[in-house]
């Protein structure tokens, strides 16, 4: 959300930590944040409430999170991060085997994917589309709440079709004060 420079955050209620899916959600819902999949990483942002009003997370690093993962306000309220509607596209396979087969060349290609229910959500993307009914696909445009999977590990491997990501990779290495490896973009420095 675009704010006015001279918003006074101070007014706003402020979250500086999550509940995690799950975890001691004793407490009534005080209302829900909607954010697109690749809004939920963030530090410091005020958040509209669907509700109205808005809020202020602001964690002390970057946090990561999850639909059904609630902010705990100052004042012991919580307000439940809920997946927004997005524009995707829905993949099916022939059968579990060929949406496993779908599955790995999506990984191939470093979508986002959410995989449930015998079906594959990725973000809309036309080449991806392509490709994937070039491999027999059923693939249809959707919109829907979208909770791709995430990545815990970094991973090593060759491209041999000489084609660039987007990122680099790194052959192993020793993690920084901050956990990242070689290769990172931030490696050696944080932006706290």
């Known amino acids: 959300m675009k704010l006015n420079i001279q918003t006074d955050f101070t007014k706003f209620p402020r979250a500086a930590s999550v509940l995690r899916a799950g975890e001691g959600h004793e407490a009534p819902v005080a209302g829900r944040v909607l954010l697109a999949h690749d809004e939920r990483r963030l530090r ?22 999850a639909s059904g993962d609630r902010l705990v306000l100052d004042d012991g309220r919580q307000i439940e991060i809920a997946a927004a509607e997005e524009e995707v596209l829905e993949v099916r396979g022939r059968d579990g085997a060929h949406l496993a087969e779908l599955a790995w060349h999506i990984g191939e290609r470093h979508l986002a994917a959410a995989i449930s229910g015998g079906r594959i959500l990725i973000a809309r993307d036309a080449d991806a589309r392509a490709a994937l009914e070039d491999l027999g696909a059923t693939v249809r445009e959707t919109a829907a709440p979208f909770e791709p999977l995430r990545t815990t590990v970094h991973h090593h491997h060759e491209h041999r079709h000489g084609q660039h990501h987007g990122h680099d990779h790194h052959e192993g290495g020793e993690p920084d004060k901050f956990g990242r490896l070689p290769g990172d973009p931030h490696y050696g420095h944080n932006h706290a």
Do not use: C, M, S, V
Not at 60 to 65: K, M, N, Q, R, V
């Open 44 to 65: 410091r942002r005020a958040l509209p409430l669907a509700e109205g009003g808005q809020i202020l997370a602001d964690f002390a690093e970057p946090t990561d999170l």
